[in-house]
């Protein structure tokens, strides 16, 4: 049976060791973090950027703010109230315009003029679990997808479904089976991407799970779980107590340090303009050029991607 509410209960699992697998280094540090905008009056639904400012919506009810707009730094600039309850936020390739996923429908909405949106595309022929969060794919279809239980759905972009994909062992880790967490999805690099107790997954086109990582300090709250999202190449998730939001820059790929999905001499740039950076990120990426993850930038980084330039699987 489809949950009709948002029920603030979650099952944390409990912290456990976790290796590196795959694509990730262990753990990752937050490179951004901002305050939440003052408005905020439920739970936290997403983060997303069009190129020159981030948005995050608020879900729980129809009324009040639900869509709030800070700079490209993450200072707040404005609340709306768009009469909707969303259960996602995003835009393509971080550029705009913004679109949103509202309760309990499968329309997707698309923002026309600040705090203003319009039909953009109902989602057909596939079941839509009406707390699941709608994203595009990173794959460069142009598509639709959503997550519930483990199970991906896709869908054109006109539309239409387009198949299912089941997430291989999902359940298996982090709580990541229990509600919330079993409904947020995300994506990057052409990844499929979830969250669950502080622990990102990343899974491929297969439903493989190909990384694990764990976001220092990532929070573990019902409002955590529903915050998860990606926006301007960053995992964004809130913190606990709905305070601040927290940005994580995770290259896909090793040596892939700007994240375009090819290690070459722009990455190779990326970490020389980076040399002796200071931790935590201070605006310039700085973790993000730490490419072999020792703490420090310097040419060690350089080797390293220098030695991984290639496309990225």
């Known amino acids: 049976m489809k949950k009709a509410l948002i029920v603030p209960v979650i099952v944390v699992a409990t912290p456990i060791a976790v290796l590196a697998d795959g694509i990730f280094l262990p753990s990752y540090k937050e490179e951004i973090s901002f305050l939440n905008t003052p408005g905020a009056n439920m739970i936290a639904m997403g983060m997303a950027f069009d190129g020159d400012h981030y948005w995050s919506c608020d879900g729980g009810g129809f009324k009040g703010i639900r869509l709030s707009e800070y700079d490209s730094d993450g200072t707040w600039l404005a609340d709306y109230e768009p009469g909707f309850d969303p259960r996602s936020i995003f835009t393509a390739d971080n550029t705009?315009?913004?679109?949103?996923?509202?309760?309990?429908?499968?329309?997707?909405?698309?923002?026309?003029?600040?705090?203003?949106?319009?039909?953009?595309?109902?989602?057909?022929?596939?079941?839509?679990?009406?707390?699941?969060?709608?994203?595009?794919?990173?794959?460069?279809?142009?598509?639709?997808i959503a997550m519930e239980g483990g199970t991906v759905d896709t869908w054109n972009p006109d539309g239409s479904h387009a198949g299912s994909t089941a997430l291989v062992d999902f359940g298996s880790m982090f709580g990541e089976g229990d509600y919330p967490a079993n409904r947020g999805i995300a994506s990057a690099a052409g990844y499929y991407l979830t969250y669950s107790s502080g622990f990102l997954s990343a899974w491929d086109a297969g439903g493989v799970r190909v990384g694990t990582t764990e976001l220092i300090a990532g929070g573990?709250?019902?409002?955590?779980?529903?915050?998860?999202?990606?926006?301007?190449?960053?995992?964004?998730?809130?913190?606990?107590?709905?305070?601040?939001?927290?940005?994580?820059?995770?290259?896909?790929?090793?040596?892939?340090v700007n994240g375009d999905g090819i290690v070459d001499p722009l990455d190779s740039g990326f970490v020389l303009a980076r040399f002796g950076c200071e931790f935590p990120g201070d605006g310039l990426n700085c973790l993000a050029a730490d490419a072999n993850g020792d703490g420090i930038v310097d040419p060690l980084d350089s080797g390293f991607v220098l030695a991984r330039f290639g496309p990225c699987p």
């Open 96 to 144: 705009s315009p913004v679109y949103v996923r509202p309760y309990p429908t499968n329309t997707i909405l698309v923002q026309t003029t600040a705090g203003v949106f319009a039909d953009h595309v109902t989602l057909t022929g596939e079941n839509l679990d009406p707390q699941s969060s709608v994203v595009f794919h990173t794959d460069g279809s142009g598509s639709f």
């Open 220 to 256: 573990t709250s019902p409002s955590s779980h529903f915050s998860f999202s990606y926006a301007n190449d960053m995992v964004f998730v809130v913190d606990d107590l709905q305070v601040s939001w927290h940005g994580y820059f995770i290259p896909f790929c090793e040596g892939d």
